[in-house]
């Protein structure tokens, strides 16, 4: 009867260790539970992941220990083993396994007995997800074990330890809760590479309206939208309040403006202008050994400020810790009633350019409204 028995719970959904060689340890910053029974001081113990997402690793970490003062003995089937798996989805279904051509065949079992002596322990580890077919949902994951009694005791009976209704939860793949975060700006110059384009940005500044700007704000890291259609809609999906319209002349780059500024009457870049300019985009001082300034010409957003109020270079915060500029690009312009916008845009190499062309960051200075204008400058030649 304890070998009918042993063999009854073996007929399962049953896994052996070696059937396992694949499964990997828990990953890093993954939350588990863990689940223990104890008989007659013998410890059943698993940890399964609380929440995994689809197409993870979804480890099973099982061990057996003998804290009793007697040997404890188990009937294994191989290629099968000793443990009584099953998992069940909230509506009691059992998933389907992943390779049902590798469901053994009774014929084929071996019978072996093994042996735990005190204070040894005997350890498991299965990929749940390498096993069964598992859809995003919530599951109860259950084991059990038959042991044999002991020899010295006739009178005893088979023991059946269980853990019962382990809980497990698959989430969609990368849902937004459990995908890191980064600052905006970075996202998009990491994304722009991956596709192949470039942003401007338009917004108001924490000083004029009390809060963090929407581009300034963090989201996810997923990059798995990389087509344009994909990134314009994650882009209006995320940046509330914005509008983000690809550049007329050249679709690769991408405006986002915030609208408050967009729909102001004189917006400095809403305005057109005629503009003849030839030097540095930017009139930094950059002076040779001798004292010579290198940089020529007022720079370009200089220019256009003589003839567009509110309008000019530099960081918005006037404290030094975004004070960044390209003193290095040299341009000509000369356009005819064209937008600030566009002159901006247009004048900018791209080859060889980072990724966010330039920002225009809304502030005050003296009580009065201004528009500060930065370019990124070419890429890093690390």
């Not at 059937?19 to 410890?43: G, I, R």
């Not at 998009?188 to 000083?207: A, I, N, P, R």
């Not at 999906?237 to 102001?264: C, M, V, W």
């Not at 409204?369 to 930065?374: A, D, E, L, R």
Request: charged share 25%; net charge neutral.
């Amino acid at each position: 009867m304890q070998i009918q028995r042993v063999i009854e719970l073996c007929v399962g959904l049953a896994f052996a260790a070696a059937d396992v060689a694949h499964s990997a340890d828990l990953p890093k910053n993954v939350k588990t539970k863990s689940y223990t029974q104890n008989q007659n001081d013998v410890y059943l113990h698993a940890n399964l992941p609380l929440r995994c997402r689809k197409g993870d690793l979804i480890p099973l970490e099982i061990e057996l220990k003998n804290s009793s003062s007697h040997d404890i003995t188990w009937i294994e089937t191989e290629p099968h083993s000793e443990l009584d798996l099953s998992i069940r989805d909230a509506s009691g279904k059992i998933p389907e396994l992943k390779d049902k051509k590798k469901e053994p065949t009774p014929a084929r079992f071996r019978l072996v007995v093994k042996t735990l002596h005190p204070r040894e322990t005997s350890s498991w580890k299965i990929d749940l997800a390498e096993k069964f077919v598992l859809p995003p949902g919530v599951y109860r994951v259950s084991l059990s074990l038959g042991l044999n009694p002991p020899e010295t005791k006739t009178e005893a009976k088979p023991v059946t330890m269980q853990l019962l209704d382990m809980e497990l939860n698959i989430l969609a793949m990368q849902t937004e809760t459990e995908r890191a975060v980064m600052p905006y700006e970075q996202f998009l110059f990491d994304v722009g590479g991956k596709v192949g384009c470039h942003f401007t940005l338009e917004y108001q500044d924490y000083s004029l309206i009390g809060s963090l700007p929407g581009i300034r704000s963090e989201t996810t890291n997923d990059l798995s939208e990389i087509s344009a259609t994909g990134l314009l809609s994650k882009l209006r999906r995320d940046l509330k309040g914005f509008t983000i319209i690809p550049d007329a002349k050249n679709p690769a780059i991408i405006h986002i403006i915030e609208q408050a500024l967009e729909h102001q009457e004189n917006y400095p870049l809403n305005r057109s202008v005629t503009l003849a300019y030839s030097g540095n985009l930017v009139g930094c001082v950059v002076k040779d050994e001798k004292g010579k300034n290198l940089v020529k010409g007022d720079g370009l957003v200089t220019m256009i400020a003589k003839n567009v109020e509110g309008i000019a270079s530099g960081s918005a915060s006037h404290d030094g810790r975004e004070a960044f500029d390209d003193c290095v690009t040299e341009v000509k312009v000369n356009t005819t009633n064209e937008t600030v916008r566009s002159i901006l845009t247009d004048c900018v190499p791209l080859a060889n350019y980072k990724t966010i062309l330039w920002r225009a960051v809304a502030s005050k200075e003296g009580g009065k409204s201004k528009v500060f204008v930065q370019f990124y400058g070419p890429k890093d030649t690390k």
